[in-house]
């Protein structure tokens, strides 16, 4: 099993659609989890933290089931601004990297 | 808001060359991180650097891999004979503390084509 595993995609959704991504990690001992967006060539960046009760911003929701060992991005009322590709990121904990999954690209249609 | 800075943003060499990739973290980090990304494919950890010396290392960061803290503010990545694999994007990262729930800033990436 892969330490980091995601749907590449892409998905393609509607404008205003909902759209959710998975992804799995195989390490159980695993502390803390990430999504970041990385636009075409550039760099990644921390669309936001996901914690043990779940969180929330704006239209982005992420939640962590760590029985099952994924996270997952949820997000509402997709824009063509949200087409990029959203990678998973997880910390194993005590160690000063994180490794990152492939990333699952989004394209929202108008 | 603050940010990590990188040059060359595009660096061409010829195999078995010697380059440089410059960054300049954001100034009051004090962890700082090289990953890189082949086309296509995810970003790879290579590197990360405390205290002025490497915390810890992939098996990607073999002896051709160095990295230097030359001064307060610039972190440097030297690849000493550079192989046509080496093609990639490198970015450079800072956090403010170990990571955990800490933010990895990122540069825009310096893109090295080996030829």
């Known amino acids: 099993r892969k330490e980091v595993e995601q749907d590449p995609g892409p998905f393609n959704v509607p404008e205003g659609a909902t759209v959710a991504f998975n992804c799995t990690y195989s390490?159980?001992?695993?502390?803390?989890f990430f999504w970041y967006r990385q636009d075409c060539r550039k760099e990644p960046k921390l669309l936001m933290s996901v914690y043990s009760s779940g969180n929330e911003d704006g239209r982005f929701t992420a939640q962590l089931n760590r029985a099952s060992q994924y996270i997952s991005l949820l997000i509402r009322d997709s824009k063509l601004s949200d087409s990029a590709t959203y990678l998973c990121?997880?910390?194993?904990?005590?160690?000063?990297?994180?490794?990152f999954g492939t990333g699952t690209k989004l394209q929202v249609i108008p | 808001e603050p940010e990590v800075t990188q040059t060359p943003s595009h660096q061409v060499t010829q195999m078995g060359q010697e380059v440089i990739l410059r960054c300049v973290p954001i100034?009051?980090?004090?962890?700082f991180y090289w990953y890189r990304q082949i086309l296509g494919q995810k970003v790879e950890f290579l590197v990360s650097?405390?205290?002025?010396?490497?915390?810890?290392k992939s098996e990607i960061f073999d002896d051709q891999f160095s990295v230097e803290r030359p001064d307060g503010s610039n972190f440097t990545l030297k690849i000493r004979s550079t192989k046509l694999e080496d093609s990639a994007m490198y970015f450079c990262?800072?956090?403010?503390?170990?990571?955990?729930?800490?933010?990895?800033?990122f540069g825009s990436g310096t893109q090295l084509s080996v030829l």
């Open positions: 390490n159980s001992a695993s502390q803390s």
């Open positions: 650097f405390y205290n002025n010396e490497i915390s810890e």
């Open positions: 100034s009051n980090h004090l962890y």
């Open positions: 990262a800072s956090s403010e503390a170990l990571l955990g729930y800490e933010k990895l800033f």
């Open positions: 990121v997880v910390n194993p904990g005590g160690y000063q990297k994180v490794t």
